[in-house]
């Protein structure tokens, strides 16, 4: 029970800071669009906007790298897929199997795989003319 707490806690925590970075998206959004409008009447041959765009863009940046990470890296999942990596590599250099065992590994592969097709095969294969 409590696993299952903590995982909804770590669900909710990432829905609000995805959440808030898109109110902050919005945000940059609308008011740029506004300072752009009163740059063009009160000043159309200095474009100053372009400086609040670079300052708040460069922070916007920022706060999407913090709540999506780098193309997937630097996120909890991340992590998690890099120590299972790891952990893979390590076992296979500490503990090499031996023929027998990848045999095994290959049958046991091709048994889950068979069970995946059949519980994805949306037909049966009686339908087939």
Do not use: C
Not at 50 to 72: C, D, E, K
Not at 77 to 100: A, C, G, H, L, N
């Amino acid at each position: 029970m409590a696993n299952s707490d903590n995982i909804k806690e770590k669900a909710i925590k990432r829905v609000k800071e995805k959440k808030e970075f898109y109110n902050h998206l919005i945000s940059f959004v609308s008011t740029m669009a506004f300072m752009l409008v009163i740059n063009l009447m009160t000043s159309p041959g200095y474009l100053w906007v372009t400086w609040l765009l670079i300052g708040w863009g460069i922070g916007l940046v920022s706060h999407y790298f913090s709540v999506f990470g780098f193309f997937g890296m630097g996120t909890e999942d991340w992590e998690d897929r890099e120590v299972q990596r790891e952990i893979s590599k390590i076992r296979s250099r500490e503990f090499p199997q031996t023929e027998d065992e990848d045999v095994l590994d290959l049958d046991r592969e091709s048994l889950e795989l068979e069970e995946r097709e059949k519980l994805e095969r949306k037909w049966d294969d009686r339908d087939l003319v």
